[in-house]
């Protein structure tokens, strides 16, 4: 059982011969019952402090948990939101070389059309040409086969100017000239 102010003070001593002045006992009986609520108080006061401070304590404790169950839901958010973004991104990669590769396919089937295309464009005109070459010599050969129209108007026009001149038969010296 603990020693309370009361107890102090209604403490009793028995009384001998040659004891202790009971005033100045009791006097400092009173003191210490002073003293003692004193400390009680003060007592009952830190205890109220400590309960305070543990209530706090506990809560900071709470939220230093609560902080550090955050922070690792937060870590691993990020280290989720990084992974997606990096699958995304793996996914957008594959999805756009794919694209590339289809175009750059598309493309280069396209150009050996065109080559194609080119191809036979090139041999229809060389069909056309040596066809026209072989026309125009066909053309040119049956224009050579025709007599001269020309020369035959020379050549009558020749015999019709010798008839008109019998002595030309005689050569240019008999015509007055003088034969070099």
Avoid: C, H, W
Avoid at 7 to 20: A, L, Q
Avoid at 82 to 96: F, G, I, P, V
Avoid at 99 to 117: F, H, P, S, T
């Amino acid at each position: 059982m603990a020693l309370t102010p009361v107890d102090i003070s209604n403490k009793e001593f028995p009384v001998r011969m040659r004891g202790y002045d009971r005033d100045a006992v009791d006097d400092f009986l009173d003191r210490v019952v002073q003293e003692f609520e004193q400390l009680i108080r003060e007592n009952a006061s830190l205890r109220e402090q400590i309960a305070n401070l543990t209530q706090r304590l506990e809560q900071y404790q709470n939220l230093e948990q609560t902080i550090n169950r955050t922070l690792v839901l937060a870590e691993q958010a990020a280290e989720e939101i990084k992974e997606s973004a990096r699958r995304e991104a793996d996914l957008l990669l594959s999805q756009t070389r794919a694209q590339v590769e289809r175009m750059l396919e598309n493309g280069q089937a396209k150009a050996r059309q065109i080559m194609a295309d080119n191809s036979d464009l090139i041999r229809v005109v060389e069909t056309l040409r040596t066809q026209v070459r072989a026309l125009l010599q066909s053309q040119l050969e049956a224009l050579d086969a025709l007599p001269d129209p020309l020369s035959a108007v020379a050549a009558a026009q020749f015999s019709d100017a010798r008839e008109a001149r019998p002595d030309d038969r005689r050569g240019p010296a008999s015509q007055g000239g003088v034969a070099r």
